[in-house]
């Protein structure tokens, strides 16, 4: 994972950098450091925690400098010391670089360079790099002083397995950066006489809104005014330049006490958005502009198999309930991670959807590089502009959810299912779907924001419940049909911010095992509206009363429940089937973050976790 930001140009680094690693703070967080060229040497500071206590110990002298390179930490190799922390100099104190990624052949060039005299300090994979391009630096002809930079970055990269994006200064060239990538994102920002490198755009846009995508296996040559990208095998690479629109202010937080907050509560803005200009005329089916499969490649496919991580899986399984009910065409879900090295046999007419809020998640964009490489079509249903994934793909739904920046993902999960509802009406609609079925199925999605807003006016109770239930460590979450992987999503928001063990099961499934775990001390929250599943679901919670244990039940409004079956009652509108997991995730949010609240817990950035997973 982690975040890497770069600078060199006529403006001292003081808040470039360190805005922009803030910004970055989403991908890892346990440490971050920063390294400068100071005439001609190198220095640099690190400090664990988070970028404000790296900010804190940063020497005006410091920010003053043209040039520099930082860094934030989500540890993958070693502890969260401050000698694993980035940037790391290589033991000849000639190069300093920051990396993001995992290199995995680390060991076998470590115990080579070891052999040649390197020492080294951290138990990082990445100071194996940093000590290999010093090693090939000091092999090189030492006339050709410019390009013995880049041609040492370049060497050492052709001996290097797994995964960076990296930023290296060197102090023999202090007007120079050299930069590279390799299955972690990278992009050059380009701005007048100043140039930046980072692992996501959002940390450019301060500065400039021109930027260059990287692709993989390309080294970028920098300086204040200049930069000229090749691949790592040396074939030159012609440079992009696209113009990047961000609306930075949508990630300020504004009023809210967490970034979490206010994403869930800008959730009926957020939906809104996702679903502008995506009706036909005669509102009886949906329209996505940037599928670029026709039509009648559509309709002959006959298998779909949507892959993801995290939340984003669980929308995944929303997606097969509503696709198989409304198009009738068989879904598959995989776990990403798993997908990409089982090599599940595949018909032709299989088409491949990738849900990822971030577009950068390595596991989902490694099984869609798999799937293409097999020669299938792939999608993607994702919220971010220009990543990895929506560049990776045949074509996609971006979700125009907005920045999210509470690591628990809220508004952009509710904008998933609700795009995978509009893409089961859109595939439904081309095959059996009825006309005023389709018709019905549009009104609701545009009841949708409303209905939210109502929802979102359970947050008073929800808080009083969260008072009530904070102190138990134990809880399951259960639910049928469309309200199963909304279980799931809710043990998964509880467990991730306020570290209670959750775990999420279809309420039928908990006799064959999770009912052992019943008792006064672990409480259960079912999921329910008044569908056809409704009575099962009543025994379901009964057997749990049966066995002493707390219910608090999310139920639609029209159901009726005994009063003595349960402990906590949390009434939501009545909706469209097709949009009630979309209701039912808006209560089950807050009672994780009114929780983590009162367990006073960093709801924003949780322990161990970080926004955009780019490490296996
Ligand atoms: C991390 C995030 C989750 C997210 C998952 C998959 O674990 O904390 O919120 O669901 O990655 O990320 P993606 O960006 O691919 O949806």
């Known amino acids: 994972m982690c975040g890497i930001v770069g600078y060199i140009g006529s403006k001292k680094i003081g808040n470039r950098l360190i805005e922009g690693l803030k910004r970055l703070e989403y991908r890892g967080y346990d440490s971050s450091g920063l390294a400068i060229l100071d005439q001609t040497m190198l220095k640099s500071v690190k400090r664990i925690g988070r970028v404000n206590c790296l900010e804190e110990a940063l020497p005006e002298k410091i920010l003053e400098a043209n040039v ?7 540890a993958t190799h070693g502890a969260v010391t ?43 994979d990445s100071e194996s790099i940093v000590n290999l391009i010093a090693y090939h630096y000091k092999k090189q002809d030492t006339n050709n002083k410019s390009n013995r930079f880049l041609e040492s970055v370049r060497k050492s990269l052709l001996h290097v397995e797994g995964t960076f994006g990296i930023a290296v200064l060197s102090q023999d060239h202090p007007g120079q950066l050299v930069c590279a990538k390799r299955g972690s994102p990278l992009i050059i920002g380009v701005g007048k006489n100043e140039h930046l490198i980072a692992s996501d755009v959002n940390a450019l846009t301060h500065c400039t809104h021109q930027v260059v995508y990287l692709n993989d296996n390309e080294i970028v040559h920098l300086n204040a005014d200049d930069f ?123 088409l491949i959807v990738a849900i990822s809020q971030s577009g950068e998640t390595i596991d989902t964009l490694s099984a869609l590089k798999e799937a293409k490489r097999k020669g299938y079509k792939t ?16 074509g996609g739904i971006y979700q125009h959810a907005g920045p999210e920046i509470g690591v628990a993902s809220t508004k952009a999960f ?47 109770q929800i808080k009083l419940i969260a ?24 043990a998964l928001k509880l467990k991730e911010i306020s570290y209670i063990h959750a775990e999420g099961y279809p309420a039928a499934e908990m006799k064959h095992g ?30 749990v009363k049966a066995r002493k244990g707390k219910v608090i039940c999310i139920a639609s409004e029209d159901c009726e429940i005994p009063e003595d079956s349960i402990d906590s ?26 929780i983590a609240i009162e367990r006073k817990c960093d709801v924003d950035k949780p322990r161990n976790l970080a926004k955009s997973v780019t490490v296996e």
Not at 68 to 74: A, E, L, S, Y
Not at 110 to 120: R, T
Not at 421 to 450: H, Q, T, W
Request: proline letters at 3%.
């Open 414 to 460: 509710t904008s998933q299912l609700m795009l995978c509802g509009m893409l089961a009406l859109y595939l439904g609609r081309m095959r059996n779907l009825s006309y005023s079925d389709g018709c019905k199925i549009v009104e609701a999605f545009k009841s949708l924001p409303k209905l939210i807003q109502e929802t979102l006016s359970v947050k008073d």
């Open 82 to 124: 401050e000698e694993n922390a980035h940037p790391h100099v290589s033991s000849d104190e000639k190069f300093a670089l920051v990396h993001n990624g995992v290199i995995e052949n680390y060991l076998s060039i470590k115990k080579f360079l070891e052999s040649e005299g390197y020492k080294f300090v951290s138990e990082t």
């Open 467 to 490: 008072k009530e239930y904070a102190d138990y460590e134990d809880c399951l979450f259960l639910g049928r049909q469309l309200m199963f992987p909304i279980a799931l999503e809710g």
């Open 379 to 394: 999608l993607s249903i994702n919220n971010s502009v220009g990543s990895s994934i929506a560049r990776e793909c045949d």
């Open 514 to 543: 999770p009912i052992a775990l019943i008792s006064e001390s672990c409480p259960s929250v079912f999921l329910t509206t008044s569908g056809e599943m409704f009575a099962k679901t009543l025994a379901n919670i009964k057997e």
């Open 228 to 350: 000229s990208i090749s691949t790592i095998g040396n074939s030159s690479v012609n440079a992009v330049i696209q113009t990047v629109d961000w609306d930075t202010t949508a990630a300020k937080i504004g009023d809210y006490h967490h970034f979490m907050e206010k994403e869930i509560f800008e959730q009926p803005i957020a939906l809104t958005n996702g679903m502008r200009g995506r009706f036909s005329n005669d509102s009886s089916t949906a329209l996505f502009g940037g599928l670029n499969i026709s039509e009648d490649e559509l309709s002959q496919i006959d298998r779909i198999i949507f892959l993801s991580c995290g939340t984003g899986w669980h929308a995944c399984l929303i997606a097969e309930y509503l696709i198989e009910r409304y198009a009738r065409i068989p879904v598959e879900v995989e776990y990403a991670s798993e997908f990409r090295y089982r090599n599940a046999p595949l018909d032709k007419n299989s």
């Open 68 to 74: 520099g390179i930082c860094h934030t930490r989500w």
């Open 569 to 594: 009652l949390i009434k939501v509108p009545i909706a469209h089937e097709i949009i009630s997991p979309i209701v039912m995730s808006i209560p089950v949010q807050l009672l994780s973050y009114y």
